[in-house]
């Protein structure tokens, strides 16, 4: 198993020393530079030795060959907008600095997490689980009753087109204030997902297999456990990791129709206001790194009980 050498250690090193060491000069000094212009093309060549490095730590084949690229193109990544930002001495209320990001993320590190719980554990994970298991039960009825498919799933394929933005308003007036309100939003937004990909899963299993379990007398119960249960988790997990990145996303948007003075999308519309963006931006930060973690729950839970059969 090859793993990446020197090729791809010594232009990583020395783009990211480099992209620090002009991070670090530029905050030492009291003013911005009277020309950006070097520190531009000082970035780009940096970068550019940075993507060589990458280049070569992608070719190999082993565990340090798939995390070494995208955590260094994400460190390079923001090391250069420091630099940049600085040497174009970009007002702080209009974009800040990954550092001023930081900063801002550990000064406010309690009302952030804070409003991370309400938004992801009580409105996204709450509304996230309701709505999975109430379409997995509709898919079970739409499989098992065949007017149901006809009468239902096109509604359901029709309802899941209406954007957040018109859905969330109604249901917060209607609902109220407080969180409950938000994960009916995330259920609604996860429901019809689940629902198609699910009774699309159930159907798929092959007539060869399910002859075969009929010529063997297997009740409809193990017909059912053995042949269209592992035929639709495919499909089921599928649904589950869009209606991850949906249920973070509706939640947040639900917020800034009305909230009781917590949450992200909460936190984002009142910082924003006041101009305060390093909050805003620390905000998102910390929603990206949940998402991602709920979209990598998911995904492993996938590898663990749906794997792909070698060779496909």
Do not use: C
Not at 67 to 83: C, M, W
Not at 136 to 159: D, I, M, S, T
Not at 239 to 257: C, D, N, R
């Amino acid at each position: 198993m090859r793993r990446p050498g020197l090729g791809a250690a010594l232009p990583l090193a020395l783009s990211t020393l480099g992209l620090l060491g002009l991070a670090v000069a530029l905050s030492r000094q009291e003013a911005a530079p009277g020309r950006p212009l070097p520190w531009l093309v000082g970035v780009l060549a940096l970068l550019l030795l940075g993507v060589l490095g990458i280049r070569s730590a992608a070719r190999g084949e082993g565990r340090a060959a798939r995390v070494l690229p995208a955590a260094f193109t994400l460190l390079l990544t923001v090391l250069g907008v420091e630099v940049l930002l600085r040497a174009y001495a970009v007002p702080a209320g209009l974009i800040p600095t990954p550092s001023r990001v930081l900063t801002a993320l550990w000064e406010a590190r309690t009302v952030l997490l804070l409003d991370t719980f309400y938004t992801f554990v009580l409105e996204a994970l709450l509304g996230f689980l309701a709505g999975t298991v109430l379409g997995l039960a509709l898919a079970l009825l739409v499989v098992r009753f065949h007017f149901l498919e006809r009468g239902l799933l096109p509604y359901a394929a029709l309802f899941s087109s209406v954007p957040i933005v018109a859905l969330a308003p109604v249901v917060v007036k209607a609902l109220g204030l407080e969180w409950p309100s938000k994960a009916v939003v995330v259920a609604i937004t996860v429901l019809f997902p689940v629902v198609v990909n699910a009774v699309r899963g159930l159907q798929a299993a092959q007539p060869l297999h399910l002859d075969l379990l009929h010529t063997y007398a297997a009740s409809p119960a193990q017909t059912f456990r053995n042949v269209r249960v592992p035929t639709a988790l495919p499909f089921v997990f599928n649904a589950l990791k869009v209606g991850s990145t949906l249920a973070l996303i509706s939640a947040i948007v639900a917020e800034f129709f009305g909230t009781n003075g917590h949450g992200l999308g909460f936190r984002i519309q009142i910082e924003v206001g006041r101009f305060n963006l390093a909050v805003v931006w620390a905000a998102i930060v910390l929603a990206s790194v949940v998402g991602l973690a709920f979209f990598g729950l998911i995904s492993v839970l996938e590898r663990r009980f749906a794997p792909v059969p070698q060779g496909s």
